[in-house]
């Protein structure tokens, strides 16, 4: 759909709650796609991987760059994050969870590209979603509805594999939406296997050692 050459402009794919980085690894390192992977536990590459890695030498592009953080305003709002919102080449998420709506909230709000398989709805972590008909979004088929309500032009299509596989994407850039804001506060965005220490962690590097408010 989206295209190789696409991909790789700009600050390339932004993988948000990218699991163990597999995907990350498969674009950047498998397809030369430049990836920043934004995920909050600490992710190391497996031992194949690794290997892999070591056989292409110094001709690709390497590891794929790992941002220990949530997508969250307090991201948006720093440098680095705010670049990588308005330069990604693409926003992704595969399975990303509680993170699934932010993806496209940020993806519409700075105008880029995105694609996001959604799996698990949580409920009652987002009671305030409903569907166009007034429906509540309990279901993940209701949940894709409710994402391709979000704006004209989104997509859908499928993966070719088992299990969760609806693909929801909007293909080509389109003019940012700033008075758009993100779809859950950051305390509501907490992967459930991340731990609360790993949390902590994840924001002391990002506030410079501080513990946030």
Known sequence: IFGTEALRGGAGVLDVAGGGGHLAFELQCRNGVRTTLLEPREVRLASRQRRWLRKQGEGGLGPYRHIRDLLDE???????????????????????????????????????????????????????????????????????DYLLQKAPGLEAGFLPVAGRNKVIFRRAAAPPQPERTLAAPAVAYIPQSVSRAELRHAVQEHTGGKDGE
């Open 74 to 144: 307090r991201f948006e709002e720093s440098d680095e994050g705010a670049r990588l919102l308005r330069e990604a080449a693409c926003v992704v998420g595969l399975h990303a969870d509680e993170a699934t709506e932010l993806i496209v909230d940020a993806a519409l709000k700075y105008g880029r590209p995105f694609a996001v398989v959604p799996c698990c709805v949580f409920p009652r972590l987002f009671p305030q979603r409903r569907l166009a008909s007034g429906g509540a979004v309990r279901t993940t088929a209701a949940l894709c």
